[in-house]
């Protein structure tokens, strides 16, 4: 199964990656949302998980996208945010994010998250 990050920070990009081996998944990287859409267009992911915060495009705009794009409005679209207001939360939802987690995210928030969306058997860490 393919996996899209889209984030700014390489550091958190490959964070996720470590956090996520072991089911055999194939990761695509992008840096901001403009390229997570393009990325996404060529890729056509299974998941993608993305930053809130980014430069040119934030993922609020990218889920919006991902959510009109004719064949990758049904992707699962996780968005990893510092942001804790409920209002950030709210407009996640109203875009179509299918969950949203908290920065730092946790390693088995995320595991089980991803595990959930794309009925992956349990980790064996």
Not at 21 to 37: D, I, K, P
Not at 49 to 74: H, K, N, T, Y
Request: charged share 25%; with cysteine; aromatic share 8%.
């Amino acid at each position: 199964m393919k996996v899209l990050i889209v984030e700014d920070t390489k550091t958190i990009t490959n964070l996720i990656q470590v956090y996520l081996m072991g089911w055999g998944l194939e990761f695509f990287e992008a840096g901001n949302g403009v390229q997570g859409l393009a990325r996404a267009r060529e890729v056509k992911p299974d998941l993608i998980i993305s930053d809130v915060q980014m430069p040119e495009m934030d993922g609020f705009a990218l889920c919006a996208a991902v959510r009109a794009d004719p064949i990758l409005f049904s992707t699962p679209f996780v968005m990893l945010t510092s942001l804790k207001d409920d209002a950030s939360r709210q407009r996640g939802r109203l875009v179509g994010a299918s969950a949203f987690l908290n920065k730092p995210v946790a390693v088995d928030d995320l595991r089980e998250k991803v595990r959930s969306i794309l009925k992956l058997p349990a980790s064996k860490y």
